[in-house]
């Protein structure tokens, strides 16, 4: 993060605003953002894992590793209703003229804010698909973003990395495995417990009528063992396999409207970002071509906007997200 003077803020925010063409400092027009590159795969001990950079690599761009971790939660945990949790890392390497307590103020606020922008579509979209017994357990989803380095837009480019994060990832296929007890007599005729597993199919509903077992003690008569035992399940893949995310073109983008009244840019720079300080972050779902989700707005700086303002405003940027996702989708789908 740099620090600009009024003068130089005062420059650079007339030049946006000058007519007949607006000028920036690298040449691109108010609503074009610069290259924008993804990969998959980056971390792989990681259930999933993407790199997102905007700019040029290595030339003042903004560069994110984001992974995804899946751990076994039991639903009658107290975070049972919590599927997911993220948190963000702000490097010295990015920030240099921060703090150490000024890194970690920062790297709180933004998972927080990168939080509220993916929770919405968690819930919807990806929690269905992380049960593994029902009523019993589930994944719960970690995320970790590292920014590497910041040159401007960090939240559109935090929740990139998070959507090629989820694209790459892999859910593991479980099979139920029900261990259940019955009676059995051993060699001195004594009685015991002994767990049978009893594995493939809903161990739920297996679970119901059955284990109990008759065992006639050499009396005559019957004695009936008792119902119980467990639910589990065991991987049917390799730590590595798994599969896919459905439908993960309905993942989340989006969008920073940068607010110089009266025009909006996007893909701010840094020193673009420091001159113009008020901004509206709008986060899009695009589950098909025909729908379109707003799930999440935040507005940042000091400058109000006028309530009349705001549907223009959503309207463009639901605008910009889409074609935004068409990019993001077609390149990750050739990854």
Known sequence: MTSISKSEAAYIAGALLATPTPTRADGRTLLDYRAISVETGVAPAANGSGRAVIGAVGNDATEIVAAVRLEVEDLSSEDGDKPFSCSVTCTPSAYPSL????????????????????????????????????????????????????????????????????????????????????????????????????????????????????????????????????????????????????????????????????????????????????????VFSFPSPTECFIQNTRMTGPDEVPLKALPDLIKAGQSYASKLATALTTQLSAE
């Open 99 to 282: 703090t150490p307590p000024q890194l970690d103020d920062l790297s709180t606020d933004l998972s927080i804010i990168l939080s509220d922008a993916l929770i919405t579509s968690i819930h919807t979209h990806v929690a269905p698909q992380l049960v593994i017994t029902p009523n019993g357990k589930r994944w719960h989803i970690s995320l970790e973003a590292v920014i590497t380095s910041d040159s401007g837009n960090v939240i559109d480019a935090l929740v990139i990395a998070s959507r090629t994060a989820f694209w790459n990832l892999r859910i593991p296929r479980t099979r139920s495995v029900e261990y259940r007890k019955t009676f059995q007599q051993d060699d001195g005729g004594l009685t015991m417990d002994v767990d049978q597993p009893s594995s493939t199919g809903d161990a739920f509903k297996s679970a119901v009528g059955k284990g109990v077992r008759k065992y006639d003690g050499g009396s005559g008569k019957g004695a009936v063992g008792r119902k119980g035992g467990g639910a589990d399940f065991e991987l049917e893949d390799y730590w590595d396999d798994g599969v896919p995310l459905k439908n993960r073109e309905a993942l989340p983008v989006c969008v920073t409207l940068n607010l110089l009244p009266p025009i909006h840019f996007l893909d701010a720079t840094t020193l673009e970002g420091e001159s113009v300080p008020t901004k509206l972050h709008l």
